[in-house]
């Protein structure tokens, strides 16, 4: 799953704020903004949810075990 890091930089490589990411992936806003700041730790769901919008609008992250290494657009 992705994490903090990932998030960001996939909402700014799509122009998305969190209020767009929000509306894609039904996560609240204060949700994503805690997890992009890493001062919460999402539920593996809302994780999954995240990534799931992002893939929907054609991008694949690109994994290193538990540790994310980038992403690339379809």
């Known amino acids: 799953m ?3 890091k990932q998030c960001r930089a996939t909402r700014a490589w ?3 704020s969190q209020d767009e ?3 894609r992936s039904l996560v609240s806003k204060r949700a ?3 997890f ?3 001062k919460t730790v999402p539920h593996d769901r ?3 949810d995240l990534q ?3 893939e929907d609008a ?3 992250f690109l994994m290193d075990g538990a540790r994310g290494i980038g992403l690339q657009e379809r």
């Open 32 to 34: 994503i903004a805690g």
């Open 46 to 48: 809302t994780l999954r």
């Open 58 to 60: 054609g991008i694949t």
């Open 52 to 54: 799931r919008a992002f």
């Open 14 to 16: 799509l122009s998305w």
């Open 2 to 4: 992705i994490n903090a």
């Open 21 to 23: 990411l929000a509306k």
């Open 36 to 38: 992009e700041l890493e």
